[in-house]
């Protein structure tokens, strides 16, 4: 997903909206972070700064960190619920993130917002060939 040291939007969106995609993808991010100790470092990270951020707001369902990228999901039971945790989570001088591309999808009654964003600063742009 990352392209001339940017976050890919068009291959981030077609990754994030399909299912089977965004399953795929977790697994591999998994891979990478089950074979490196500082991808392991940056999940634990992450996903402390996510979860205090969505709080009673929602459920960190899914967060798998690469050397440069993490992806994962969240899901809030409403739209002014996942509002609030994401300016919580802006608000965070922990939550050092760079780009990052967002896709939200009706999960039941619920709203699940899929992300991937960078952890590297090298990596801070988006770039779209559209």
């Known amino acids: ?12 969106n077609e ?3 399909d ?3 965004f399953s795929s993808a977790l697994e591999r991010m998994r891979d990478e972070e089950r074979t490196s100790a500082e991808a392991q470092q940056l999940a634990r990270h992450h996903r ?13 369902e899914d967060l798998t ?7 994962g999901s ?13 300016r919580r989570l802006v608000k965070d001088p922990a939550a050092r993130r760079y780009g990052a591309v967002h896709s939200y999808e009706p999960v039941g009654d619920q709203l699940q917002h899929r992300f ?13 060939s559209r």
């Not at 990352?2 to 981030?12: E, F, G, L, Q, R």
């Not at 809030?76 to 994401?86: I, N």
């Open 1 to 12: 997903m990352i392209v001339h040291n940017s976050i890919s939007i068009d291959m981030s």
């Open 15 to 17: 990754m994030l909206e």
């Open 19 to 21: 299912n089977a995609l």
């Open 48 to 60: 402390e700064v996510l979860e205090r951020a969505v709080g009673e707001l929602g459920v960190v």
């Open 65 to 71: 960190c690469g050397l440069s990228l993490c992806i």
């Open 74 to 86: 969240v899901t809030s039971l409403t739209q002014a619920d996942h509002e609030a945790w994401s």
């Open 116 to 128: 991937v964003f960078s952890t590297d600063p090298a990596v801070a742009a988006l770039f779209s």
